[in-house]
Every structure is written in C-alpha cells, then in structure tokens.
C-alpha cells in the first residue's frame, strides 16, 4: 500500500517542481524582456535629446524649411509622448526616422552646413545612437523570441495560460538615419 503513496507523491512532488522551475523561467524571460525594452527607452531618449540641436543647426543655415523643421519637431513630441508597447511604438518611431532623414536632405543642399563642426558632430552623433538603437533592437527581439517561443511550447504552454503569460510584440523599425549613410563632406574647398 505505501508503494502506490510513495508513486503518487512523488509524481505531485515532481509535477510542482516542474510548474515551479517552468513559472520561474517564465518571469525571468518576461523581466529580461521588460529589460530590454527599457534599454530601448533609453537610447530613444538620447535620439530626442539630440533631435532639437540638429534642429536647431539646420534651422540656421536654412531658415526657410520651416515646414520640416516643424514636421521633426512634431514627430519626436509624438514619439516621446506616452509609454507605450512595442508595436505601438515602432510606427511614431519609423516616422520620426522618416522625418531627420528629411532633415538631413535639407541639410545635404547647403555646403556651408555639411561642413559645419557642429552639424557633423550632432549627425555622427546621430547615426551612432540609430546604431545602439538598432543593436537594442536586436538585443530585445531576441528576447521577446525566446520567451514567446515558451509561451508556445508544451509544456509551458498550460502554465502560460494558467497565468497568463502573454505572447510579446517585436519591435520592428526602419532604419531610416542609417540608410541614408555617412556624412559626405568635401574639404576640398571646392564649392
């Protein structure tokens, strides 16, 4: 008769073990997501730091763009405006990329300003930043990958729904500063 007990408590024992070690998994990925997520934020931040000085570098050169100038600086209030998910985000993002890429080939149309120290350090600056956010991009797909991966796989898939662990949104965004690359300036002296 204690064989039976022994058998059966030793599968409840086993069966909570693995509901443990399953639940554990899942907030450890969901806090390394969540993680990721606010390194993001932060390079995000330093875009929109950086945003009004090559605003500001571009508005003197080319006083009459007003309409772009306006555009970027609308774009980013939006971008900065609310937390919000990754896929509600990564839309305010891409038009906000859209947008300095415009301001950009505003500035492309003015030698004077491409060869301005200022506007080359605010656009390396620039296209640094878009390349951490590009690289935390990476970092946190990655992430959301592997947890959404065990929110989908059995076993884990009864204690995700037990407790509700929720498929998470990838954070996809064009690299719109990138793509337009380097800043091209001709020391020449030829104008």
Request: glycine content about 4%.
């Amino acid at each position: 008769m204690k064989g039976p007990i022994l058998v059966a408590a030793a599968s409840v024992v086993f069966f909570v073990l693995v509901l443990l070690l399953v639940y554990n998994r899942f907030v450890h990925l969901r806090n390394t997501v969540d993680e990721s997520w606010h390194d993001i934020g932060t390079e995000l931040q330093r875009r929109y730091d950086l945003i009004p000085n090559l605003v500001t570098t571009v508005k003197a050169y080319a006083a009459h763009e007003r309409e772009v100038f306006n555009s970027v600086t609308s774009l980013r209030l939006e971008a900065m405006a609310a937390q919000r998910p990754p896929d509600a985000q990564a839309p305010r993002e891409a038009a906000l990329g859209r947008g300095v890429a415009q301001l950009m080939a505003v500035a492309e149309q003015y030698p004077d300003l491409k060869a301005n120290e200022e506007f080359l350090s605010l656009q390396r600056a620039l296209i640094d930043t878009e390349d951490r956010i590009q690289v935390a991009r990476r970092i946190y797909n990655a992430n959301v990958r592997a947890y959404d991966t065990l929110v989908q796989t059995f076993p884990a898939v009864v204690v995700a729904r037990s407790f509700d662990f929720e498929l998470r949104p990838y954070f996809q965004v064009e690299a719109a500063v990138t793509d337009a690359g380097p800043p091209s300036v001709d020391l020449s002296g030829q104008t």
